[in-house]
Antibody
């Protein structure tokens, strides 16, 4: 069974840092582009960042560029999101999501993890 | 940046009736559009990809279509489990710059 499990969320003060992790199983992790998508409370979905299968291509939404860093460890089947200089508007559930087809770049997302909540508040 | 605009924001439909949800792209995305369903407290679930292809395990009551930059998700004969929020997503850009619509809440009338 394909599974994505996020962890690392929590309460952090404005200006603080947090590192999210996503553990993948049930598929060949090193063959897929991976993504982070977030959803603020009661709001819609916002793409945050993408990383290609071998980490050669990395992209960010303007809202997080320069503050967030996506990375992966294919030996550990894990995806990460290092979040620095956090702001109140970064408060959201953060989902990791796989592109649907191996070796593909821009594609629809399937599956999604269950998400981890990040709350930025003093 | 491609902006995706969904309408209406809220749609009230009676069980057994048909629901039609719209999503408009600010520029051409070809057929590179997906639809997701999200129920309260749950993870987004893929329904449609490539504008009109149903994902694995999705009921034939769900169908997608496109005309230019206007995309439509149609749900025929609504069931109680269909009431949820629906999002469209374009994946046409390269480098990737995914954008989602703001969502349509489908509620019971």
């Amino acid at each position: 069974e394909v599974q994505l499990v996020e962890s690392g969320g929590g309460l952090v003060k404005p200006g603080g840092s947090l590192r999210l992790s996503c553990a993948a199983s049930g598929f060949t992790f090193s063959s897929y582009t991976m993504n982070w998508v977030r959803q603020a409370p009661g709001k819609g979905l916002e793409w945050v960042s993408s990383i290609s299968a071998l980490s050669s291509s990395i992209y960010y939404a303007d809202s997080v560029k320069g503050r967030f860093t996506i990375s992966r460890d294919n030996a550990k089947n894990s995806l990460y999101l290092q979040m620095n200089s956090l702001r109140a508007e970064d408060t959201a559930v953060y989902y990791c999501a796989r592109v649907a087809i191996a070796a593909a770049g821009s594609l629809w997302f399937d599956p999604w993890g269950q998400g981890t909540l990040v709350t930025v508040s003093s | 940046e491609i902006v995706m605009t969904q309408s209406p924001a809220t749609l009230s439909v009676s069980p057994g009736e048909r629901a039609t949800l719209s999503c408009r792209a600010s520029q051409s995305v070809s057929t590179n559009l997906a639809w997701y369903q999200q129920k309260p407290g749950q993870v987004p679930r893929l329904l449609i990809y490539g504008a009109s292809n149903r994902a694995t395990g999705i009921s034939a009551r769900f169908s997608g279509s496109v005309s230019g930059t206007e995309f439509t998700l149609t749900i025929s004969s609504l069931q109680s489990e269909d009431f949820a929020v629906y999002y469209c997503q374009q994946y046409n850009n390269w480098p990737p710059w995914y954008s989602f619509g703001q969502g349509t809440k489908l509620e019971i009338k």
